[in-house]
């Protein structure tokens, strides 16, 4: 572990705080402008508003249409997001297409590893991070990233994808739990993805981010409720866990969604409280796809979780 | 890579079920219909089913409407949808399925396939009227044109079925208003459309003017060469760069 720490360009110390984390698809409100070629006016007032009380950002990599995988058609808009920083915040990709859980033979990471490490020397990115999942199959994405399949022999295949991808990359990798989202996921396989989250972050030798809701999520869609939602933790990897990330979740009619939608669960708050102390390593919790107005300005629903998170990672970075 | 059998034909088997329609009603009939071997058919039997038609539909919406592949084929191919006579989601339910589907590549790491010429190509196999062809040829040509106004460097190359020619400063095709159209073959009632100062552009003109736009291309078609000679060709196209469409 220590070997991939002395690779981490911008020194990331741990408790570095609260981050925020954004996806920014190309022709959304939020996003990036392609008539522009820059980051949109809504995403600017948020963060001139807000970026003073993050530690870090991410954001989420977007295919641009029909670009090809070239920094050249990303870095003026990348620019722009940048510009909108303070200098010494630290920032970190999430990546959509390194589709590390899938096992299609021919999925090629060489020019995707080659891409991202162009971004790299570009924008300094602290680490990449990437759920376990399923991105695309065949060439195809998919419409939310579906969970690896949990069998022995798949995972063989993803500790090849993510060892690979680790030693190709010029930052650390950060391998993110997968999402469960019901209604546009389907689970495939017998093992316990806690189990299959350990053993793949161990055999790969990789650092991991947890998301809250994909715990939640995960227990929940194994008929796990009440306190059992927070059952388990020591099956996880969690003194490799660097990140924890916290995004707008729901339960609507039986079934929990991995929202995005900023509005955070009490559940969420009381999970992360259980592994603030448990992970050794952590160096950050991200609050993922915020939601705000055209002004800038959170919504309502989501302020009073969202200062109880900051509240609770606060008193942890102290 | 070297990936084990069992864990391809897991994968393959997972995808015909997301993909194909009709094969998933069968296996829910029959588990076995796939062929897989048993250890496989029994993690596919442990899918939940009301999942997997959820996820099976999102992709199909998600096709339709070019979230996922980038080409919003209600909006780009309305008339050849229309003259498939059945719902959108039928449709691209079909499309989904076939073999020209299994085609499309537009990750980005590997040369891309667009879902609209997988589409319209698809669509030649299911319309037996020449002119619902012609359109179809129209609408996919057209589909095309609309990224390359927006995209100088496109993950697929845009001439690689003979119907979009680079020309100087843009992208040009001829095609027919009433059949579709192959390389090299003179329209009869010419359409040309194009690409010039990130603008598309489109509609009838007269042969000799599609012609001399062909003449600008790497490797002009016979007919063009024939019907308009290089100094004729070089007025029009002067006049057609005026107008910003060169």
Sequence with gaps: MTQIDARIRRPVTAGMGLGVGMDLPWGAPVGFDPSTNRISGRVSRYLRREVETFAYLFFAFQPRGSFALDPANYVEAYRSLRALLPDELPWALHHTILNLGSVEADYDRAPIIEFTNALIAEFDFAWIVEDIGIWSMAGVPMPYPQPPYFTADALDVVVRNVTETRRGLDVPLHIEFPGVTDKVTIVVGDLDAYDYFRRLADRADAWVTIDVGHLLGWRWLTGHRGSGLYGALDRLPLERCRELHLSGCGISRGRFLDLHHGVLMDEQLDLTELLLERCPNLVGVTYEDPRYHDSGLLVEKARPNVDRLRNLVAAWAR | ?246
């Design chain 2, 1 to 246: 890579m070297t990936v084990p059998a069992s864990v391809t034909a897991l994968d393959v088997a997972v995808r015909r079920l997301l993909r194909d329609d009709k094969a998933r009603d069968r296996f829910a009939r029959d588990p076995e219909c796939l062929g897989t071997d048993p250890r496989i058919t029994s993690l596919l039997k442990g899918i939940n089913r009301s999942d997997l038609s959820r996820l099976a539909g999102a992709v199909v919406r998600g096709v339709a409407n070019g979230s996922l592949c980038g080409t919003d084929l209600q909006a780009s191919f309305a008339r050849t949808l229309l003259a498939l006579g059945a719902p959108l989601e039928e449709s691209v339910a079909r499309f989904v399925a076939s073999r020209e589907f299994a085609r499309v590549e537009v990750v980005g790491n590997r040369p891309g396939f667009p879902a609209s010429r997988a589409f319209y190509e698809w669509a030649l196999t299911q319309l037996d009227d020449v002119t619902a062809q012609a359109v179809a040829q129209q609408e996919y040509v057209r589909a095309l044109l609309a990224v390359l106004a927006t995209t100088k460097d496109p993950v697929f190359t845009p001439e690689a079925d003979g119907l979009v020619r680079r020309v100087p400063h843009g992208w040009v095709a001829v095609l027919d208003a009433n059949r579709q159209l192959n390389w090299g073959t003179r329209p009869l009632d010419p359409i040309a459309m194009g690409v010039g100062a990130g603008r598309m552009w489109g509609g009838r003109l007269p042969d000799y003017v599609c012609a001399a736009l062909l003449r600008m291309t790497e490797a002009p078609p016979l007919w063009a060469l024939q019907l308009v000679s290089a100094e004729r060709a070089a007025q029009i196209a002067a006049i057609l760069e005026a107008r910003r469409m060169l």
